[in-house]
């Protein structure tokens, strides 16, 4: 009991237990989903395979240090700051990116959802124009590249084809793709419900996951979904399936009703059941103040 007693009386009273305001929790919250986005990054791009890498280096660089090796911990330390360059240049393509992604972030309108209207981004019937297109086109194995603009300016593609200027309809996007005609070759680009441009170069993916059996087309659609915010539908020439691209992922083999799903899904429009649902809330909030 005494060495207990001289124990807490030599350690216990003197500990201090800070106290925990709700900064020091918000703070420690940011952190935290900072900590896990970019452990998230890092294990979606090449970055990962680096950071393997560096583990094994710096378990190396404690092994010299333990055993005393003044060589090596000379070297590490001149060399130290050149690596840190060095990760910055090879990882500049993955960094470039995850600025884009972090600039096409809105947060405002995210939260106080002012980026929904009641046509949305383009309207119903122009999805049914697309969809009707790309199974037509599916069904006699025409090949398709159809890129539809949601927020990011596209202006740099567009200035590479053809300008068009015409209400999205499924006849023409048919006719443009048709072949040997002068616009079937590239890519079209809508924005909102018209065609801006057709024949339009589109960068081309360097993902190596991609299978090796698709082609250019399809990789020019994924490299447009990584480099801009747009989903690119792809109909394949060979087989006539439908393809959309978006945020870098490659969906193949849609049908019409999920191909309309997934252009729905960029729509930004504000539904009717919100609509009803913010009426609803409006009108409890009357009949609670008139009784």
């Not at 001149?78 to 240049?89: E, L």
């Not at 993902?207 to 990789?219: A, D, P, V």
């Not at 691209?245 to 539904?271: D, F, H, P």
């Not at 059941?273 to 909030?285: A, E, N, P, V, Y």
């Amino acid at each position: 009991m005494e060495q207990i007693r001289a124990f807490a009386d030599r350690y216990l009273v003197n500990l201090h237990i800070p106290s925990i305001k709700i900064t020091d929790i918000v703070e420690i919250l940011i952190i935290s989903f900072l900590v896990y986005h970019i452990m998230l990054w890092i294990k979606n791009t090449k970055a990962w395979s680096l950071l393997k890498g560096v583990a094994l280096i710096m378990v190396f660089i404690l092994l010299a240090a333990i055993f005393e090796m003044n060589t090596i911990i000379w070297i590490v330390k001149n060399v130290f700051s050149i690596a840190i360059i060095a990760i910055i240049i090879v990882l500049q393509p993955e960094l470039r990116k995850a600025l884009e992604e972090l600039g096409r972030k809105n947060i405002l309108s995210s939260i106080f959802n002012t980026g929904k209207t009641e046509t949305g981004l383009f309207s119903d019937a122009t999805i049914r124009e697309i969809t009707k297109a790309c199974v037509e086109m599916g069904k006699v194995r025409t090949g398709a590249l159809i890129v539809v603009r949601q927020t990011d300016n596209l202006n740099e593609y567009e200035q590479t084809g053809i300008a068009v200027d015409a209400i999205v309809t499924n006849q023409l996007l048919i006719n443009i793709f048709e072949h040997n005609t002068p616009l079937h070759d590239g890519a079209v680009i809508i924005d909102g419900d018209r065609i801006t441009s057709a024949t339009c170069y589109l960068p081309l993916s360097d993902n190596m996951m991609l299978s090796k059996e698709l082609g250019t087309r399809h990789r020019a659609g994924v490299g447009m979904s990584e480099a801009t915010d747009s989903m690119t539908v792809i109909v394949s020439e060979e087989t006539g399936a439908i393809s959309v691209a978006y945020k870098g992922e490659l969906t193949r083999g849609l049908g019409a009703e999920e191909l309309e799903v997934k252009l729905e899904s960029i729509q930004n429009k504000q539904t009717d059941d919100k609509k009803k649902g913010l009426w609803k809330g409006r009108g409890i909030k009357n009949e609670a103040k008139a009784n």
